[in-house]
């Protein structure tokens, strides 16, 4: 589903290269959950958004079920999130003149789904929402914004779901909540998940752990 060879990444500063990322190797199957763990500024954001497409490596290859991600112009890429990727995010990014059930139709709505308010009010009742869909955002507590983000995320079916901090916001009881949901939809669809997180206790929920230090793996387990 996922592999990662040789990958690296650098930026321009101050007349040298700053090297974010070093030589990191992995593969996941499909259906599989992943954790990437780290202190702040070790890398964990940058490699997400190449695992995404929303980048392109300075050295290595991302390969999504087979497709090298870095050899896609940037059109290309976009097309491919929109068939295959789903994202969470730890500030929800819901439209907030758009209602939850709203909200959830819009990438149903891209993709042509003719039934996308009934999908979208199904996935909100998974979530535990399914009496709030007339809701706006600034109605909604924080733990509420994010199901109906996850709502979102599930929607069209991604093949592979990628969640950066997607209970930093959220208080333990929310949070737990969100990555059981995450979890319940994930067995249940065969999404891949691949979540960033500072939560060691939401990290040791994944059936595979990746440590950075540096920019570096400094440990992998569950492989």
């Not at 990662?4 to 070093?22: A, C, F, I, M, R």
């Not at 009010?121 to 109605?139: C, K, W």
């Amino acid at each position: 589903m996922l592999r990662v060879e040789g990958l690296t990444q650098g930026y321009h500063s101050g007349g040298g290269t700053l090297t974010v990322l070093k030589d990191i190797n992995f593969t996941l199957e499909a259906g599989g959950f992943l954790a990437i763990t780290g202190p702040s500024g070790s890398g964990k954001t940058t490699l997400l958004g190449l695992l995404a497409g929303l980048d392109r490596p300075s050295a290595g290859r991302v390969l999504l079920d087979g497709i090298d991600l870095g050899a896609l112009d940037e059109d290309a890429r976009a097309a491919l999130r929109r068939r295959k990727v789903g994202f969470i995010f730890q500030s929800f990014q819901l439209i907030p003149t758009l209602t939850a059930r709203e909200n959830v139709q819009v990438p149903l709505e891209l993709a042509g789904e003719a039934s996308a308010a009934a999908v979208a009010d199904d996935l909100l009742g998974r979530v535990g929402l399914g009496a709030r869909g007339h809701h706006y955002p600034s109605q909604l507590s924080g733990g509420e914004q994010q199901r109906v983000a996850v709502a979102r995320a599930f929607s069209t079916r991604p093949d592979i779901l990628f969640a950066d901090e997607p209970t930093g916001n959220l208080d333990g009881a929310n949070g737990g909540v969100v990555v059981e949901l995450m979890l319940a939809l994930n067995a249940e669809f065969g999404t891949t998940l691949v979540l960033v997180t500072h939560d060691l206790e939401v990290a040791a929920l994944a059936r595979r752990q990746i440590r950075l230090a540096d920019g570096r793996v400094v440990d992998d387990t569950g492989a």
